[in-house]
């Protein structure tokens, strides 16, 4: 990767609607070499996924928790709520993280009492020794945008 994809990604991740010619004015090249680069970086993988974030009120699910949850036992335990977790669609992201808790998820629901099915549901089982709920007043800051830093190869 060069500073030049690096231009284009800075550029693309910010409003992937934006066109390649639109970028290729900005970094210098044509809308034919964006798009050659674009590809080229779909296909390493270096370019996940290409997705449209919904605003979470107008779905329909207007709250937002952040969950914390640490489980009884070990990694078979850790697998297991890895494997389940991501067929649910109210759970926007989950993180495996170090330190006093398991996993980090953030939690979307049409109302409180809706969460609240969905908490004793998946928390309140043998399996997590406890979870703590932080509902969303405000949403701050969020989005998956990555810094785009100089350096690699040129």
């Not at 398991?102 to 309140?124: H, P």
Request: proline residues 3%; aromatic residues 6%.
């Amino acid at each position: 990767m060069d500073s030049i994809d690096r231009k284009i990604l800075a550029l693309y991740q910010d409003d992937t609607r934006r066109i390649a010619g639109s970028i290729g004015s900005k970094v210098g090249l044509s809308a034919a070499a964006v798009q050659r680069r674009l590809k080229r970086l779909r296909s390493d993988g270096t370019i996940v996924a290409e997705v449209a974030v919904l605003d979470n009120r107008a779905m329909g699910v207007p709250i937002a928790c952040i969950v914390t949850v640490s489980l009884a036992s070990g990694a078979a335990q850790i697998d297991r709520f890895k494997r389940q977790i991501k067929a649910h669609p109210e759970v926007q992201q989950c993180y495996h993280v170090t330190g006093s808790t398991d996993f980090v998820l953030v939690v979307t629901a049409a109302s409180m009492e809706e969460y609240g099915v969905f908490a004793r549901d998946w928390f309140e089982t043998p399996h997590v020794a406890r979870y703590e709920t932080h509902v969303v007043l405000d949403r701050v800051k969020a989005g998956l945008a990555l810094p785009i830093r100089s350096g690699g190869a040129d």
